[in-house]
């Protein structure tokens, strides 16, 4: 029989306004189960906030890439909202063990398509959900999408 495969390391990757400290109830749950795992806070986040101006994306997909660089053996990323856009950025750079998404932010515009197909739907004032104006919302402003 073949020797099981090491178990990668877990890397955290937070969402804006917010930093490595909302993984706190997660990462005990993990390591008890034999995984290493690592949060760092991106940057310009953390108690670092007065930093954010001029930083991009890139800057905190790049910080994301140097954690995985520093990391011993294969890397699993799990990122929430942001986090979650990072990551998927750079899964499209470099292999992984993993990608978990947790209420990822998507990488792309999401009700914009460049064409149009009639229909009325409604912003994502109302959690995004088609219809929405029509049940009640009264924060929602129809627009057409497809």
């Given amino acids: ?8 390391r877990l890397l955290f990757v937070h969402g804006m306004w917010s930093s490595a400290a909302v993984w706190e109830a997660w990462r005990p749950r993990f390591e008890a189960r ?3 795992t690592e949060a760092p806070s991106l940057p310009g986040h953390g108690g670092d906030s ?3 101006d001029g930083l991009g994306l890139e800057d905190c997909a790049l910080a994301v890439e140097q954690a995985i ?3 011993p053996g294969p890397v699993a ?3 929430h909202s942001m986090g979650g856009l990072l990551c998927q950025q750079v899964a499209a750079r470099r292999p992984l063990a993993a990608l978990v998404l947790v209420c990822s932010a998507a990488p792309a515009p999401v009700f914009r398509s460049g064409r149009r197909c009639g229909r009325r739907c409604c912003t994502t004032s ?15 402003k129809p627009m057409r999408c497809c």
């Fill in 1 to 8: 029989m073949a020797p099981a495969a090491p178990l990668p």
């Fill in 126 to 140: 109302c959690a995004g959900t088609r219809g929405a104006a029509s049940s009640g919302c009264r924060a929602a």
């Fill in 69 to 71: 660089e520093r990391a």
């Fill in 77 to 79: 990323l799990i990122g």
């Fill in 50 to 52: 007065d930093r954010l």
């Fill in 34 to 36: 034999g995984f290493a």
